[in-house]
Nanobody, 122 residues
């Protein structure tokens, strides 16, 4: 099971840190990704971190968001800085073993957390 937390209400320009944790001991061997879904929109890829801590980001968060993992604690973080109203969405963490070309596809991930709501006010 995956559990996402850390969402909340923040003003434009503010910061939040999301956390994703799992009780599975093999969690660190998988790629963990963050996706988000805004009201009325499709779910979209945000960032991913592989087992070796290499990272990938969608263009709209580069320079603002940082994904990282702490394997000793079975945690993956998404540090979100300089938040914008368009970042408002439910954020989901997901686990899988995607090939590089499919890293951004939600079908590549087979375990999903319940989502945590991020609201950025203008």
């Amino acid at each position: 099971q995956l559990q996402a937390s850390g969402g909340g209400l923040v003003q434009t320009g503010g910061s939040l840190r999301l956390s994703c944790t799992s009780s599975e001991r093999t969690f660190s061997r998988y790629t963990t990704a963050w996706f988000r879904q805004a009201p009325g929109k499709e779910r979209e890829f945000v960032a991913a971190v592989k087992w070796d801590s290499s990272t990938s980001y969608e263009d709209f968060v580069k320079g603002r968001f940082t994904i990282s993992r702490d394997n000793a604690k079975n945690l993956v973080y998404l540090q979100m800085n300089n938040l914008k109203p368009e970042d408002t969405a439910v954020y989901y963490c997901a686990v899988g073993r995607p090939i590089t070309s499919a890293l951004r596809a939600d079908t590549s991930y087979y375990y999903w957390g319940q989502g945590t709501l991020v609201t950025v006010s203008s």
